[in-house]
């Protein structure tokens, strides 16, 4: 039974891509599974076959230049009609997406929430830069006005500690594979454990120390009434900087930034420099930052911080800059000046600053409340679920909404080719 007739049949054919390591992606299957539909999964390495304790698993275990011809023949035989992955930029799963699209498979991508605390994304055919999210601000009021207003979702963050002990338990089963997975490369750049021995254990040790000087540094800047510009940073290895910005790697980004905050910005403003609370320590920070700083002559009006509660800094900054985080769109909704400096869903006229860096730090331009409300409920209607990857409860909701979704998505596919068909 080819594509087209399962779907007519109300069944759906589904294969499995990588996940994250969490049982996220095994309680969707579960749930697909007993739907009635057919479930099937690629693995590329043991840490994928740990996470995926049911039927229908295919290892893949060519050299990556096969893997196009090999997933062609595998949506053939399988009658696949949809493909799940997390993220669309690893390598694998990008020339996925170019198979899928040639077959005619629609092709669901999961990725970290737009929103944060309590969602995750889940689009058809791409994220981020390959979101299908409307640009026009026309388009997103006339939606907007349409839908309800779903607040901050079901409480399901956490599970920092499950998140790490997964991690771990992936990536310990990858170690020694060479036999069974000769041709696995991971996507990320740097080998985990080297991360966890070079990076995270060291800052780990440091984080009290470091979490207590961010409160200093942080209180004394709020105390002051110096008003200031927040600038989050990302994450080094994180596809946003790599392929969706213009810089490649963080460091060139933060060069910009105080490049340009040291040429035109007023002298009493100063810059809070933000690092990300999961960066992994390869890089200190800290130290790129002062020494920017020191070289366009803003030293002492550059702070970095390795902490603090984002609400309250987003509360008191007079605007942030970014990249592409997602910490833009929560000062959106703070009512904040953003600027962005790479793609983002939400650069859009209307909402963030557009007359660039420059002029940012003097005439920074603010959002219009009306479109980014709307705005927001048109991003958790196309592309939020109300879950979480980590938490057991988190889990039950986002595999709840992504049934439901991936399942309304095949009707309206085959509503349009019952219309199709009789124009």
């Not at 069944?11 to 994250?20: A, F, N, P, T």
């Not at 996470?51 to 062609?72: K, M, Q, S, V």
Request: some cysteine; glycine content about 10%.
């Amino acid at each position: 039974m080819n594509a087209s007739a399962i779907l007519r049949a109300g069944r759906r054919s589904i294969l499995v891509l990588q996940g994250v390591a969490s049982p996220f992606f095994a309680a969707l299957g579960a749930a697909l599974a007993a739907r009635g539909h057919a479930v099937h999964r690629i693995n590329f390495c043991r840490g994928d076959r740990l996470f995926w304790p049911l039927p229908g698993g295919i290892d893949f275990r060519e050299p990556a230049d096969h893997w196009p011809g090999f997933l062609a023949a595998t949506l053939d035989r399988l009658g696949v009609t949809d493909l799940v992955m997390f993220g669309d930029a690893r390598p694998l799963h990008e020339a996925a997406l170019a198979v899928a699209r040639r077959a005619g498979v629609r092709p669901w991508v999961f990725e970290e929430g737009y929103l944060r605390p309590n969602w995750i994304t889940l689009e058809c055919g791409g994220t981020n830069a390959q979101s299908r999210l409307p640009r026009d601000p026309r388009a997103i009021l006339l939606e907007g006005a349409l839908l309800p207003d779903r607040g901050e979702g079901e409480a399901v963050a956490g599970g920092m500690a499950l998140r790490v002990r997964d991690e771990v338990r992936y990536h310990a089963a990858n170690l020694g594979q060479g036999a069974e997975f000769p041709h696995y490369r991971h996507h990320r750049p740097w080998p985990f454990f080297q991360e966890v021995a070079c990076g995270w254990l060291p800052r780990l040790a440091g984080r009290p120390l470091v979490r207590a000087l961010a409160k200093f540094v942080i209180g004394r800047l709020l105390a002051s009434g110096r008003p200031f510009v927040l600038f989050p940073l990302q994450l080094d290895g994180d596809v946003q900087i790599r392929r969706h910005s213009p810089f490649g790697r963080l460091a060139p980004a933060i060069e910009h930034v105080l490049e340009s905050f040291a040429a035109y910005s007023p002298p009493d403003l100063a810059l809070l420099v933000k690092v990300h609370p999961l960066d992994n320590g390869m890089t200190r920070w800290a130290s790129v930052v002062a020494r920017t700083a020191r070289r366009f002559g803003v030293a002492d009006r550059v702070l970095t911080v390795d902490g603090g509660h984002l609400p309250t800094l987003l509360e008191h900054a007079r605007a942030v800059v970014t990249v592409n985080s997602t910490v833009g769109f929560s000062a959106l909704l703070h009512h904040r000046p953003v600027v962005a400096l790479g793609y983002a869903i939400y650069d859009l006229p209307g909402l963030t600053h557009r007359s660039g860096l420059d002029r940012f730090w003097t005439k920074p331009e603010r959002p219009n409340r009306h479109l980014l409300l709307a705005f927001r409920r048109v991003v958790i209607a196309r592309s939020q679920l109300n879950g979480s990857f980590y938490t057991p409860n988190g889990i039950a909701r986002g595999v709840a909404e992504a049934v439901e979704r991936i399942e309304r998505g095949a009707s309206l596919l085959v509503a349009r080719e019952a219309a199709a068909s009789t124009s």
